[in-house]
C-alpha cells in the first residue's frame, strides 16, 4: 500500500489555488480522494506545504500539513482494520470505510486485544515463564481500569494513566515497588511494539520510570543446608520434597528444570539439560558428592530420577522440613511499596521456599570461594548484575564475620 498527495493541476482556480489531491495505490488499484485543502504551487514540496516567506500572506501551511497527516494515519489505520479483520480489499470497501474511520479505528485498535495478539506473537519465541509474567500483567491492567471504570484506549497512556496506575498499585493493592517496576517494563515492552506495528502513535509511555530495589536475598547457609540435608524425616512426603530442594542447592537448577529432569539427562558426572528459562541447549552441571548421593537414593525406584511434587504443594512442604530441621532463627526482610519501607521479621523457615534452592547454591558457591565465572556458568546466569547482587550478600556475610573475629 502507498499513500502519496498530488496536486490537481488541470483545477488550478483564478487564484492560482490548485487542490491537493490523496493517491491510494494498492494490488494494481488506485484510488482518489479529494482533500479539501488547495495550496500555491510554489508552496508545494511534493508531499506537503511549505513555510511561506514573510513578504508573502499567510498560507496556513501547519493546518494543512497536520489535516494531511491525520488523513494519512487514517488510511492507515483504515488498512490495518482490514488486515486484522481479514476483509479482503476493493475499491468500494476502501470507500466505504473511508467515510466512517472514526468508527472504524475504535474497534480495530483495541488495547487488550492488541495485547492478547503481542502475546501469542511471542509464543514461538519467548520462553513460558515470559508468557506467564505477561498474560499476568495484562490481567492486571483488565482488572485496574474496571475497578477504576476506565475503558483504556492507546490514546489514553500519558502521565495521567502512569500516576493513577502507581498510586492504585502502591496505595490500594500494596503492591511491592520492584514488582511495579515489573508491570511497567512489561507495559513499555508492548507499547514499543504496539508502536512498530503502528497501532500506537503516542510516545509518552517512554517516559514512565518505575525503579527497583535491591531485595533481601533469602538462602540457607551451608550449616543450615547440611542440617536439611542430613535431617531424618519419617515421613516420606517431606523426605522427597527435602531431597528435591537440596538437589536444587547442590546444582542450581531452578525448581522448573529439576522438574523435567528424566533419565536420559543423567550420566555418571553429569546432568545435561536443555534450560526451560534462558532456551539454552545442552547445559552441563557436574554433579558434586551431595547431589550423586540424591540420585542414587531414587535409582531403580518409582521416583528415578527424582520425586516430583506441584510448586504449590512443595513450597508448603519445604517450611516444615525447615521447621523440623530446626532452621527458625529471627530473620527480618524488607520492602518498598512506594517510597515506604516495610519489614517482616519470622522465623527463616517461614521465608523458604523452591526459588530459594538456587540462591541456596550462589550464594555458598561464592563463600566456598568457587570462581564468579564458574558460578555464572554452571548457575547459567546471563546477567552480570544478577551475579552482584550475590556479591552484595557475601561482602556483607564476610564482614559480620570480621566483625565478630576482631571486634
Known amino acids: 500500500m502507498k499513500i502519496i498527495f498530488e496536486l490537481r493541476k488541470e483545477k488550478k482556480n483564478q487564484n492560482g489555488l490548485i487542490p491537493i489531491q490523496l493517491i491510494v495505490r494498492h494490488e494494481g488499484k488506485r484510488?482518489?480522494?479529494?482533500?479539501?485543502?488547495?495550496?500555491?504551487?510554489?508552496?508545494?514540496?511534493?508531499?506537503?506545504?511549505?513555510?511561506?516567506?514573510?513578504?508573502?500572506?499567510?498560507?496556513?501551511?501547519?493546518?494543512?500539513?497536520?489535516?494531511?497527516?491525520?488523513?494519512?494515519?487514517?488510511?492507515?489505520?483504515?488498512?490495518?482494520?482490514?488486515?486484522?479483520?481479514?476483509?479482503?480489499?476493493?475499491?468500494?470497501?476502501?470507500?466505504?470505510?473511508?467515510?466512517?474511520?472514526?468508527?472504524?479505528?475504535?474497534?480495530?485498535?483495541?488495547?487488550?486485544?492488541?495485547?492478547?495478539?503481542?502475546?501469542?506473537?511471542?509464543?514461538?519465541?519467548?520462553?513460558?515463564?515470559?508468557?506467564?509474567?505477561?498474560?499476568?500483567?495484562?490481567?492486571?491492567?483488565?482488572?485496574?481500569?474496571?475497578?477504576?471504570?476506565?475503558s483504556l484506549s492507546f490514546d489514553k497512556i500519558d502521565d495521567d494513566f502512569f500516576e493513577l496506575l502507581r498510586d492504585y498499585s502502591y496505595e490500594t493493592k500494596k503492591m511491592k515497588q520492584n514488582y511495579f517496576a515489573k508491570v511497567i517494563k512489561v507495559l513499555k515492552s508492548y507499547l514499543n511494539w504496539a508502536t512498530e506495528k503502528r497501532y500506537n502513535t503516542k510516545r509518552e509511555f517512554e517516559k514512565f520510570r518505575a525503579v527497583e530495589h535491591d531485595i533481601d536475598i533469602v538462602y540457607l547457609t551451608y550449616e543450615e543446608l547440611m542440617k536439611l540435608y542430613e535431617k531424618d524425616f519419617e515421613n516420606d512426603r517431606l523426605s522427597h520434597v527435602r531431597d528435591f530442594y537440596c538437589m536444587g542447592c547442590f546444582t542450581g537448577l531452578r525448581f522448573s528444570d529439576l522438574s523435567k529432569l528424566h533419565l536420559a539427562n543423567i550420566s555418571e558426572d553429569h546432568i545435561v539439560l536443555s534450560i526451560q528459562k534462558t532456551k539454552t541447549q545442552n547445559h552441563a552441571i557436574r554433579l558434586n558428592k551431595y547431589a550423586k548421593a540424591i540420585l542414587e537414593k531414587y535409582k531403580g525406584t518409582t521416583?528415578?530420577?527424582?520425586?516430583?511434587?506441584?510448586?504449590?504443594?512443595?513450597?508448603?512442604?519445604?517450611?516444615?522440613?525447615?521447621?523440623?530441621?530446626?532452621?527458625?532463627?529471627?530473620?527480618?526482610?524488607?520492602?518498598?511499596?512506594?517510597?515506604?519501607?516495610?519489614?517482616?521479621?519470622?522465623?527463616?523457615?517461614?521465608?523458604?521456599?523452591?526459588?530459594?534452592?538456587?540462591?541456596?547454591?550462589?550464594?555458598?558457591?561464592?563463600?566456598?570461594?568457587?570462581?564468579?565465572?564458574?558460578?555464572?556458568?554452571?548457575?547459567?546466569?546471563?546477567?552480570?548484575?544478577?551475579?552482584?547482587?550475590?556479591?552484595?550478600?557475601?561482602?556483607?556475610?564476610?564482614?559480620?564475620?570480621?566483625?565478630?573475629?576482631w571486634g
Not at 64 to 69: A, D, G, R, T, V
Request: aromatic content about 12%; charged content about 30%.
Open 31 to 150: 484510488i482518489r480522494k479529494n482533500t479539501g485543502f488547495s495550496v500555491l504551487e510554489h508552496h508545494w514540496t511534493g508531499h506537503r506545504v511549505k513555510t511561506n516567506l514573510k513578504k508573502e500572506s499567510e498560507n496556513n501551511y501547519q493546518l494543512i500539513n497536520q489535516e494531511l497527516q491525520e488523513i494519512e494515519d487514517k488510511v492507515s489505520k483504515l488498512f490495518l482494520f482490514l488486515k486484522v479483520n481479514d476483509i479482503p480489499f476493493s475499491t468500494e470497501k476502501f470507500t466505504e470505510l473511508f467515510e466512517k474511520t472514526e468508527e472504524i479505528t475504535q474497534n480495530v485498535f483495541d488495547f487488550f486485544q492488541c495485547f492478547t495478539e503481542y502475546i501469542d506473537k511471542g509464543k514461538l519465541i519467548k520462553t513460558p515463564n515470559t508468557i506467564k509474567g505477561q498474560t499476568t500483567v495484562k490481567n492486571y491492567l483488565e482488572f485496574f481500569c474496571k475497578e477504576n471504570g476506565i
Open 303 to 405: 521416583y528415578e530420577p527424582l520425586p516430583v511434587i506441584s510448586s504449590q504443594k512443595f513450597n508448603e512442604y519445604i517450611k516444615d522440613c525447615c521447621e523440623l530441621a530446626e532452621i527458625i532463627q529471627p530473620f527480618t526482610t524488607h520492602w518498598f511499596v512506594g517510597n515506604k519501607k516495610k519489614s517482616l521479621t519470622q522465623p527463616k523457615c517461614k521465608f523458604i521456599t523452591s526459588h530459594t534452592a538456587r540462591k541456596t547454591f550462589i550464594t555458598n558457591s561464592l563463600l566456598l570461594g568457587m570462581e564468579p565465572k564458574a558460578i555464572k556458568k554452571i548457575a547459567n546466569i546471563k546477567k552480570d548484575a544478577v551475579l552482584d547482587k550475590y556479591m552484595k550478600v557475601t561482602e556483607a556475610f564476610t564482614d559480620e564475620q570480621m566483625d565478630k573475629a
